[in-house]
């Protein structure tokens, strides 16, 4: 039985069980998306993440007495992601597709994916937007549709196998305060496997906190500069954010949808550890 958790982390990790560095087989991240399900935590689970190249095989796994959202994640293109939801199970409500490479004009893969979306019945879609050339001009084309009514929210990238690819606290306000200039919900995936900003061992990466994302967007949704945004996404001291966090446990959580990790179970241990959920205190 689920216990009711604090408003603001509602369906706030979408399981990637399947992706790296997890890389779960994809029967058994069904199984344990289904145990995810029906745990205490279950209101914190967002959709299952799942490649479209596994569609029919996802399509013998999950039946539509299942009771949970999946999300096809296209490493088809926008051709196969055609094919692969002509396939797929009732329970895909959403797709995300990286809509251009660093250093691509993102345009045309905006373009495209919009076109997928018009015919369709409601699907949510998520379009990857790389940190780099024509950012901006994609995000105006997100929004620009999103205010005609499409379902369509942008995706970021906050770490990856190589330092580059994890943007700095100021590049990652600056697309955080573009989205709320624009009203474009947004999703992260990679690279925030805890709560507060910190240090990977092993690889020395500097990994963005969920925490720091989520106090910083609120800050953004209420008015704040780049500066200060990206100020907070800095902090590794987790007192601040704890404190901030309490301040927002019965709100919704405006701007920022979820994020992918390949452990549900990484988040719920981090915030229990610093007393965010029922019956735990830092």
């Not at 029919?56 to 999300?71: K, P």
């Amino acid at each position: 039985m689920s216990t009711p958790l604090p408003v603001v982390f509602a369906r706030l990790v979408d399981d990637a069980a399947v992706y790296p560095p997890g890389s779960v087989p994809l029967h058994e991240a069904v199984k344990d998306h289904r145990r995810h399900r029906s745990a205490w935590y279950a209101d914190l689970v967002g959709p299952l993440l799942v490649p479209a190249s596994a569609t029919r095989q996802l399509a013998e796994l999950v039946g539509g007495t299942d009771g949970f959202a999946i999300g096809l994640v296209a490493d088809t293109g926008i051709a196969g992601l055609r094919a692969a939801l002509d396939a797929a199970p009732s329970a895909v409500a959403q797709v995300e597709i990286a809509v251009a490479k660093r250093g691509e004009d993102p345009q045309p893969g905006v373009a495209a994916l919009l076109d997928l979306l018009r015919p369709s019945d409601g699907l949510r879609a998520y379009a990857e937007v790389p940190l780099t050339f024509g950012l901006l001009s994609a995000l105006d084309a997100l929004g620009d549709a999103r205010r005609e009514g499409l379902p369509v929210a942008a995706k970021f990238r906050t770490g990856g196998l190589a330092a580059e690819l994890f943007p700095t606290p100021i590049e990652l306000a600056a697309v955080i305060c573009a989205c709320r200039d624009r009203e474009l919900p947004f999703k992260l995936t990679a690279g925030l496997h805890h709560a507060i900003r910190h240090t990977d061992p092993e690889t020395g990466f500097i990994h963005h906190g969920f925490l720091n994302v989520l106090v910083a967007t609120m800050q953004a949704v209420q008015g704040a500069e780049v500066a200060d945004v990206g100020a907070t996404l800095a902090i590794t001291d987790p007192v601040p954010l704890i404190e901030a966090t309490r301040r927002l446990l019965h709100d919704d959580r405006p701007l920022w949808i979820s994020f992918g990790s390949c452990s549900v179970l990484e988040p719920v241990q981090d915030l229990a550890r610093l007393g965010l959920l029922p019956g735990t205190r830092a």
